[in-house]
DNA sequence: AAATCTTACGGGTGACGTAACGATC
DNA sequence: GATCGTTACGTCACCCGTAAGATTT
């Protein structure tokens, strides 16, 4: 499992749409429809029902989703909240580089 | 970033030794050692305070503990909250491979 | 037929292991 | 000098992109 699919699957879940979704993420639809299989196979049942042309979470979808979405929340927080104290502490040692925002 | 890192952070955080965390997390001293470094470069600031053969936690080191700790507590419950969902609603598919435990 | 998702396949990045080095007790 | 952590370097897995196929409206 990775940080990143975990983020493909907000996104998705977010929009209903590999296409759309794909295009918010940087990335192409083949690639994340083989990131959510993956994800869907690691779990052992579908995070969606893809019925026709529209995608829609399952049940067990909507439920991880909130995990996830909670997760990522705090640790996003988190991360956030350690980078500025780097920051204002002024713990920027010579040669550090300073991080990008994600 | 990476889940597994993260994973590796808070191994390395309970023991206080590179060596037992890895030998824990079954690998390589320098494999953990690489990651973590690579881990405090993201985020601007030492994690660890290295002083002669102890490793202790830094200030932020123990507040990104604390947000890493809750935000993997709620993932790994969400996770397996799911997977069981998965196995007592019998919606493994024929070919679909029953997910091992991790 | 057009649009969307899936499957197949190839390439590049990065995570890990082995080896060598540095440092501390 | 023995143990622990870091740095250097090579290898292999895996993530992503391109191409082709399947399916629905």
Redesign the pocket.
Known sequence: M?L??LRYFVELSRTG???QAARRL??????L??????LEEELGTEL?R????T?ALTPLGEQFLTSVHQSLDILDRGIEEVRQAARGAGLLRIGMVRPLAV
């Not at 893809?50 to 042309?53: C, I, K, P, S």
Request: aromatic content about 8%; overall charge positive.
């Open positions: 990775n990143i699919h749409s590999y296409t940087c990335i192409t639809q083949p690639s429809s083989h990131a959510m299989a993956q969606f893809r019925q026709g042309r995608t």
